[in-house]
């Protein structure tokens, strides 16, 4: 048999109570929460958040938190939560924030707390930067270097030197965790060093890594051609003149996308190959050189040598 329970609903100090055979309880939600008590906010004490606290409330159906950056300023709702604490992690290390609470449920929210300032605690001095990185010739006219942040750092220092020993001397400081140095040579080696700086002081130094700027490379020459049975005996091969150059290197494959190996260096536009044999086809390229380097190969080209004359046979008797 299901037995039935009778309710009665009446008023007991301004909260709607009901009552049955198993007693009776509160509907919450039927008058606006009393403002927290015992609110508080942590001052320094970790580095980077601020703790805020508060004694929990009857019939409060959750919290919300507001900060502000003084204590008469206009305050925003930073969170609503349902616990009694709550850590601000958004915030700058031993900068000041002022701090509400109050207490809300569907019947609507009480007044604030007294408000209650709070900080991260100032950060120490940053650890040295790692992943120290320089780019190798990537670049003609720059040198990249770039490095891993580091904790509570505000800025960084960059230094520079002519070799790993030093002396450096400091060549930029930036908010970034990369730089350009666009003051360099082409071809010349430099070595640099970073550390991390706040308020506080900055780091040691990273170790020294080393880079350069490549230099400007010559063109590949263009129009290679190479003889196909023209010239007896051998494969003459022709290229247009590179301006700047100052040789050329020329190479030799039998196949056209085989291994190509250094044949001559020659200072002219031309090249004649006597080490061919009859029948034989090869692939040509050339390259263009100065004091600075060498450009990239040019486009290959194929020839064949052409047919020896036969000299003409003796006179009769």
Not at 123 to 143: H, M, N
Request: glycine share 10%.
């Amino acid at each position: 048999m299901i037995k039935s329970r009778v309710w009665y609903a009446f008023f007991f100090g301004g909260l709607l109570l009901l009552a049955g055979l198993s007693g009776c309880q509160y509907l919450l939600g039927g008058f606006a929460p009393s403002t927290p008590a015992d609110f508080s906010a942590t001052d320094g004490v970790f580095p980077d958040k601020v703790r805020l606290t508060w004694s929990p409330v009857t019939n409060a159906g959750g919290y919300e938190v507001w900060r502000a950056s003084s204590a008469q300023g206009e305050y925003s709702l930073l969170a609503q939560t349902a616990y009694i604490s709550y850590d601000d992690t958004n915030v700058v290390p031993g900068t000041v924030y002022w701090y509400k609470v109050r207490a809300c449920n569907r019947a609507g929210c009480s007044a604030f707390t007294e408000p209650k300032s709070g900080r991260a605690s100032p950060p120490g001095i940053p650890p040295t930067p790692k992943g120290l990185t320089v780019s190798q010739g990537d670049f003609t006219d720059r040198i990249r270097i770039s490095w891993q942040a580091s904790s509570g750092a505000q800025n960084y220092e960059l230094y520079r030197a002519n070799q790993d020993v030093g002396p450096y001397t400091l060549l930029a400081t930036v908010t970034a965790t990369n730089y350009e140095d666009l003051d360099v040579e082409p071809g010349k080696v430099y070595w640099y060093r970073v550390r991390a700086c706040n308020a506080q002081g900055c780091s040691p130094l990273s170790d020294p890594v080393s880079g350069y700027a490549g230099r400007e490379t010559l063109p590949a020459p263009q129009n290679v051609k190479a003889t196909d049975g023209t010239e007896p005996g051998k494969v003459v091969v022709t290229w247009d003149e590179v301006s700047g150059a100052t040789h050329y290197l020329v190479y030799r494959a039998l196949e056209e996308a085989g291994e190509y190996s250094l044949l001559a260096t020659v200072t002219e536009t031309r090249y004649e190959d006597y080490a061919v044999e009859q029948g034989k086809t090869y692939w040509y390229k050339v390259r263009a050189c100065n004091a600075q380097g060498c450009g990239p190969l040019s486009a290959a080209d194929s020839g064949t040598p052409g047919e020896e004359e036969l000299p003409p046979p003796p006179p009769q008797p």
